[in-house]
């Protein structure tokens, strides 16, 4: 059984719109990450958080918030969508640092038109 | 900041082909070290880690030592099957907190039968 799973699994937004992507773990982890993957950059940390309501800024933070309202959720807000939000967008849980291995969701393939 | 390079964007190969992919990386600290395995339509999965220079991590027939002289964390395999065709991921834990990871832009494997 899948320990993180990722909704919606594709979205079509309009520009200017909300987004909100879901992802719910069942590890017990208490890290839980929000990366974007686009062609030739890998994968680039958004979000992540460490603790239930609480949340830290990654490397690219800009246009995007996050929730975490309990250990096993966490969400990722596109207020006004854009363009350059097009991406698909992974999901991770860990049981500590960067240290330990990450546990990545299928993922999100999100297109902004 | 911490950084990793896979400048090979694509490998193709045959069965049975040794594999070789290029990763160097940057940093001030002494690196934990990982590959991460992307199949199509999966998130990423950890293939193996190392967290000691001259150290060998090995899985699957993969196997990868990371050199502090040269910066390099080469992954390889001995002969590789059309099942191991995915996006292998180099990354590394970012020295400052070591709360996240940094991943290369991956390197996309091709084998054919």
């Known amino acids: 059984e899948a320990a993180v799973t990722q909704s919606p699994r594709s979205k079509v937004a309009v520009t200017g719109g909300k987004v909100t992507l879901s992802c719910h773990q069942t590890?017990?982890?208490?890290?839980m990450y929000w990366y974007r993957q686009d062609t030739g950059h890998g994968l680039r940390l958004i979000h992540y958080?460490?603790?239930?309501?609480?949340?830290e800024k990654g490397d690219i933070p800009d246009g995007y918030k996050a929730s975490r309202p309990s250990q096993e959720n966490f969400s990722l807000i596109l207020e006004l969508a854009s363009l350059s939000q097009t991406a698909v967008y992974f999901c991770?849980?860990?049981?500590?640092?960067?240290?330990?291995?990450?546990?990545f969701g299928p993922g999100t393939r999100l297109t902004v038109l | 900041g911490d950084s990793v390079t896979q400048k090979q964007g694509q490998v193709t190969l045959s069965e049975d082909d040794f594999l070789f992919i290029n990763c160097t990386y940057s940093?001030?600290?002494?690196?934990?070290l990982f590959w991460y395995v992307q199949y199509p339509g999966q998130g990423p999965q950890l293939l193996l880690k190392v967290t000691t220079a001259n150290n060998k991590g090995i899985s699957r027939g993969f196997e990868a030592t990371y050199d502090k002289g040269t910066t390099s964390f080469h992954l390889q395999k001995a002969s590789v099957q059309e099942s191991d065709s995915a996006v292998y991921f180099c990354?590394?834990?970012?020295?400052?907190?070591?709360?996240?990871?940094?991943f290369g832009s991956g390197t996309r494997l091709l084998v054919s039968p």
């Open positions: 940093t001030t600290t002494y690196p934990t």
């Open positions: 958080s460490y603790v239930a309501d609480s949340t």
């Open positions: 991770a849980s860990s049981d500590g640092l960067g240290y330990a291995e990450q546990f």
């Open positions: 990354a590394l834990v970012d020295g400052t907190g070591g709360y996240k990871v940094v």
């Open positions: 590890n017990n982890h208490d890290y």
